[in-house]
């Protein structure tokens, strides 16, 4: 049976935490995966975390099942955290949601349930896009296809062919967009694009999808989720998955929400019910220990207030660490102009070099980032960016 199978080359983003522990240089540098980290390059669990652990000790008596949309006051939390307290669709029950394991699970669910609505569903990925989304949707079995998103050569989002391109798609149609901090790029669409979009969803009848993994990492948990909102609010039927791993620092505990905003409230039930099926065929339920945590804290006042400071802290610490780069590469006379790193947003970069200068990067000064150029703003630190810099510069 296995005999014919092909190995797989290793996971572009995963695969480079394996290379770099392997790598013996004192010197080496990992910008790869992206979680955040400390001056120290350490990623502590954060302090609201491990308050609601101890509270969660003290409380929970059973690990008997859960229910299998999963904690309630997480999916509740998450949805006013995302939506917005005064939400008009919270208000009208147009949302179905289940808790799920990750932003990765809530993404496959989405794209199984997309499935069973229609298998001739195309999903319209910007180019370039997370490489997992791949996987995560083509391998439900939905056909993916790229518009275009990112120039290279000037640093910036192609919007005008972007929306030339979403003008013709199909009625029906799925359009992939992230909600903030775009990964790979960190180049995000302004208010003003956001608008356009919207309005170009309406005309053509598109559903926007939306990937929101960095709330709070861009501009502030609210700014983060203006186009979101607007969507949500604008568009008849609009799809998110939503991410606790980076701004509650969840990662290991797969903490994911999966929403469908829907027409009516009568819809509502009904697609609340085909989720509910979705997850139950392939995991059942999602752990629940995570969710648990969140709900914990978005209930709570003051720890609600202890968190929103820790993302905060995080988010104006990458601010800093992009203008840091920017100015060793400067002092270091790179033959590049990178000023437009101070201009993206959230986690990550792309530096705009080649996969040449990368792998460079990679082998003769352990600087580990993916092929692409997107380096993780979070692994610079004091220490590390003068030697990056210069040798970023010395590849140029
Ligand atoms: C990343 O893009 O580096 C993170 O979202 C981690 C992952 O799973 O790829």
Redo the contacts with the bound molecule.
Sequence with gaps: MFEHLPALAPDP??GLSTAFKKDNNPAKIDLG??VYKDEQGNTPILKAVVEAQKQLMETETSKVYITPQGVQGFIDGMLELILGTASPVLLANRVAAVQAPGGCGALRILAELLKRCNADTKVWVSDPT?A?HIPLIGDAGLEIVTYPYFDKTTASIKFDEMMSCLALVKKGDVVLLHGCCH?PTGADLTREQWQALAKLANEVGFLPFIDL?YQGFGEGLEADVYGLRLMAESVPETIIAASCSKNFGLYRERVGLAALITHNSANRDIVQSQIQYVARGIYSMPPAYGGALVDIILANKSLSALWQSEVTEMRERMIQLRKLLVDNLTAQNASKDFSFINQQKGMFSFLCIGPEQVQKLRSQNSIYFVDSSRVNIAGINTKNVEVLAAAISGVL
């Design positions: 983003i995963l995966v992206g997370w997992n990964n993994a």
